[in-house]
């Protein structure tokens, strides 16, 4: 769902920019404090990882497709901070060499899939994993995580473009709700499959425990 | 995690993009559909404001689409290892800083 030069009017890409930079300037001095030297080269994976997987269009339905958005993905493995740092990269190269997503857009693409899909799918992993033990708890945290994460996501995106005076609300709203609840199922199943293999590979076994990788509590 | 695990991690993701970005669906994807359908795809025509060197994820220069789109996926995943790499050299773990950490 990256958005384009276009959608968007200046008082929303502005407000939207202002609040990302925000976000990133606190998530840059979050980091700092738990990453350490030897764990940068994993936000590097991940970031690489995250933005292949992105150019793999899966079908969902009558002529659409859907790719995973990572932002689940990344904060269940490493953090939210970090999460908002490596999404906000991929984000950045792909407007930059790629022309997906707008220059003036990058605002608000970095606020629905590097801030909002990220901290949505940590407060839902947290909670939902934290009412369940075991395995199937944390299987079932982890895939609705990611499709709240997308369904969230797909909320901003839908607020900012009605309220750029683009489309009205209640046009925009369902569609994006509509195809995204279908996109949000691709994007929980391939975030089951990665977090459970990089858990079992990172002995990120238990629930609550510092990432390995992004020295973040999870 | 080791330096091994890492590495295979960047090898999977590099693998991912040479060879099963072609087999992508080139439907569009949840938001270009919406903007289609409900009629405003045209306001991002002719905005770009940006000249980018692989518009849609297509290698210049190439004639065959799929190895144009495999190598534009290698370069985007090194791009993004790297890019990422040095801002977390640069703002996160400044020279310095370095072992300043909770540890």
Redesign the interface.
């Known amino acids: 769902m990256h958005i384009p030069d276009g959608f968007l009017d200046p008082k929303i890409w502005v407000g939207a920019s202002v609040v990302s930079a925000g976000a990133l300037a606190t998530a840059v001095s979050k980091t700092r404090k738990v990453l350490e030297d030897r764990q940068v080269p994993a936000l590097g994976v991940m970031g690489a990882f995250i933005f292949a997987a992105q150019m793999i269009n899966f079908p969902v339905a009558g002529g659409t497709s859907g790719h995973l958005l990572g932002g689940a993905l990344a904060a269940i493995l490493l953090g939210p901070w970090s999460a908002g740092l490596i999404l906000t990269t991929v984000l950045v190269i792909q407007m930059l060499f790629f022309y997906d997503g707008g220059l003036t857009a990058l605002g608000a693409n970095v606020l629905n899939m590097a801030v909002i899909a990220p901290w949505v799918a940590y407060g839902t992993y947290r909670l939902v994993g934290g009412l369940f033990k075991g395995n199937a708890g944390r299987t079932a945290a982890t895939f609705l995580a990611a499709w709240l994460s997308v369904m969230a996501a797909a909320l901003a995106c839908s607020l900012e473009i009605a309220f750029s005076g683009t489309v009205p609300l209640a046009v925009v709203l369902p569609a994006m709700l509509g195809w995204h609840a279908l996109i949000g199922i691709g994007e929980g199943l391939i975030t089951v499959v990665v977090v459970s293999f990089v858990s079992r590979l990172w002995g990120l076994e238990q629930f609550g425990q510092k990432s390995y990788a992004g020295g973040e509590q999870l | 995690?080791n330096?091994k695990?890492?590495i295979w991690?960047?090898l999977?993701?590099?693998a991912?993009?040479a060879f099963?970005?072609p087999?992508?669906?080139?439907?569009?994807?949840?938001?270009e559909?919406?903007?289609e359908?409900?009629?405003?795809l045209h306001?991002?025509?002719g905005?770009?404001?940006?000249h980018?060197?692989?518009?849609?994820?297509v290698f210049p220069g190439i004639a065959s689409e799929g190895l144009a789109?495999s190598l534009?996926?290698l370069?985007?995943?090194?791009?993004?290892?790297?890019?990422?790499?040095l801002?977390?050299?640069v703002?996160?773990?400044p020279k310095g800083?370095?072992?300043k950490?909770?540890?």
């Open positions: 995690m330096r695990n890492l991690g960047l999977v993701a590099l991912i993009a099963l970005s087999f992508a669906s080139p439907s569009p994807d949840g938001l559909r919406v903007a359908d409900k009629g405003f306001l991002a025509e905005k770009e404001l940006i980018a060197l692989m518009p849609d994820y789109t534009a996926g370069v985007g995943t090194l791009l993004v290892f790297g890019a990422m790499y801002v977390s050299l703002f996160v773990r800083n370095a072992g950490g909770r540890s």
